[in-house]
């Protein structure tokens, strides 16, 4: 009951209740991927300078090693897994929010919190918790 689609970088995309699998090439400034409930695994394949929200339920969020996200990547409520294995630049923001997050990103320059477990190979940011 959830959505298993691929899509673009500029339309908003809404996810179901159910447990989505969203793979999404990009997204654009002013753009929200929101998987809502459900335990859902959004993967992303080209730059983020949107929003991507996991929503309530534990999500699984993934970015390839081409991908540089330049928006917010937020897991919202629930123990979500965010493994960025590309770059979050200096306008970045990943965020595990409520629950028990584990955060992995590869190279962070940008902002990275609400987490209870964080790995990171390269960092010039500050990371807070
Ligand atoms: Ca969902
Ligand atoms: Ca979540």
């Known amino acids: 009951m959830g959505l298993s689609r691929r899509f673009g970088a500029s339309a908003d995309i809404t996810g179901a209740d159910g447990d989505d ?13 929101d998987a809502r409930g459900g335990a859902d695994t959004i993967t992303l394949t ?5 929003t991507v929200l996991g929503g309530d339920g534990a999500d699984v969020i993934l970015a390839d090693g081409a991908v540089t996200i330049r ?3 937020e897991g ?4 979500d897994f965010i493994d960025i294995n590309g770059t ?6 990943v965020h595990g929010d409520d629950g ?3 955060l992995h990103v ?8 609400g987490a209870t ?8 940011a500050e990371i807070s918790p």
């Open 21 to 33: 699998v969203i793979v999404c090439g990009g997204l654009d400034a002013g753009a929200t991927v």
């Open 46 to 50: 080209g730059d983020v300078s949107g």
């Open 71 to 73: 928006g917010l990547v």
């Open 76 to 79: 919202v409520g629930e123990n």
């Open 88 to 93: 979050v630049a200096p306008t970045g923001r």
């Open 100 to 102: 028990d997050d584990v």
């Open 106 to 113: 590869h190279v962070n320059q940008g902002e990275w919190t």
């Open 117 to 124: 477990a964080r790995t990171c190979v390269r960092s010039t």
